[in-house]
């Protein structure tokens, strides 16, 4: 990979509260470069999201980062002030969240919130502002974008709401995008309609992608390199054709053993034995250990990142399925 755009070491971020410190996110490390699409998945809690939202310097109190560096092409954004860090937001750096409304003001137009969008980051009319916004809407494949533009939010689909937010995610051209899980609530169709588009966007654009969700076949069509979280930590990273063909993690194999598609007809589906445990009360060592088939003794020390299975592929476990080919 080329020098990355985004660089993050050792990332720390935990929440305060009065029961116990909670490990949300904990030592997570990875890189993504231009044009690539970057994907972080894991089961519901597994700091995915938090992932995003501390990139972004969105973790409200208690929570805050702890530790870590994270460096936006030679920017180090922890070393911002709040003021600009807000500059770097939806301009050099933008998020699309699971639910547009998020997003969207329910009692403005789409022309008004899309030129403040640029306005606040650039000094252009509202005239060449506007034709932006047009623009940015056809690239999301939006027809009748002048109509569009007069609208309200209620006026629009699910499907098209999530258009017009990851249209606003691109208006200034960011060097990031992160997207947590924007596709969840939409149906299988549109789904594939705006990861086709992001994917020929993000190309066209040269931008970083992390795409945030817990569904291994978007992952699939989608992302370049995978990252697999589980307990606040990426238990293994690789390229994506490496990580889900080849996986060597037991919890990415039991992952992907859970998707309705790998199992014969008529046979019961199989499951990750027992609970994630408890970010409040994390176990020493190894905290898949307890759902683990493979799990000995070694496991309750904690295991750190080694090569395994294919170039670049990295698995955070004492016993992976694969070694080194």
């Given at each position: 990979m080329a020098a990355p755009v985004l660089t993050v070491e050792g990332l720390r971020t935990h929440f305060f509260t009065k029961a116990g410190v909670v490990k949300a996110v904990d030592d997570v490390s990875f890189a993504v470069g231009r044009g690539e699409v970057l994907g972080l998945v894991g089961e519901s809690g597994s700091g995915k999201s938090m992932t995003g939202y501390s990139l972004m310097g969105l973790v409200d109190p208690p929570g805050r980062i702890v530790a870590g560096r994270l460096v936006l092409d030679g920017i180090d954004l922890r070393a911002l002030s709040a003021e600009e860090l807000r500059q770097m937001r939806g301009n050099r750096m933008a998020m699309i969240f699971q639910d547009p409304m998020m997003t969207l003001n329910p009692v403005l137009r789409i022309d008004v919130q899309m030129i403040e969008a640029i306005l606040a980051h650039d000094r252009v009319s509202r005239a060449s502002a506007r034709a932006r916004a047009r623009e940015a809407l056809v690239k999301v494949g939006i027809p009748s974008p002048d109509e569009r533009l007069d609208a309200y939010p209620h006026q629009f689909s699910g499907g098209m709401r999530q258009r017009v937010a990851i249209a606003i995610a691109l208006l200034n051209s960011p060097d990031l995008i992160i997207a947590d899980e924007p596709t969840t609530a939409l149906d299988v169709t549109i789904q594939g309609q705006i990861l086709y588009e992001m994917q020929k966007l993000t190309r066209e654009t040269g931008a970083a992608l992390i795409w945030i969700t817990h569904d291994l076949s978007v992952i699939a069509g989608l992302a370049d390199r995978v990252c697999v979280m589980y307990a606040g930590r990426i238990v293994e990273e690789g390229g994506c054709e490496d990580v889900l063909g080849r996986p060597a993690h037991p919890y990415t194999q039991g992952l992907l053993d859970s998707v309705p598609a790998n199992n014969?007809?008529?046979?019961?589906?199989?499951?990750?034995?027992?609970?994630?445990?408890?970010?409040?009360?994390?176990?020493?060592?190894?905290?898949?250990?307890?759902?683990?088939?493979?799990?000995?003794?070694?496991?309750?020390?904690?295991?750190?990142?080694?090569a395994a299975g294919g170039p670049g592929q990295q698995v955070r476990c004492f016993h992976p399925l694969i070694t080194l080919f």
């Open positions: 014969e007809r008529g046979q019961r589906l199989r499951q990750i034995p027992g609970m994630t445990p408890s970010l409040l009360e994390l176990p020493e060592g190894c905290p898949f250990r307890e759902r683990c088939g493979y799990a000995t003794a070694a496991c309750d020390a904690s295991p750190g990142m080694r």
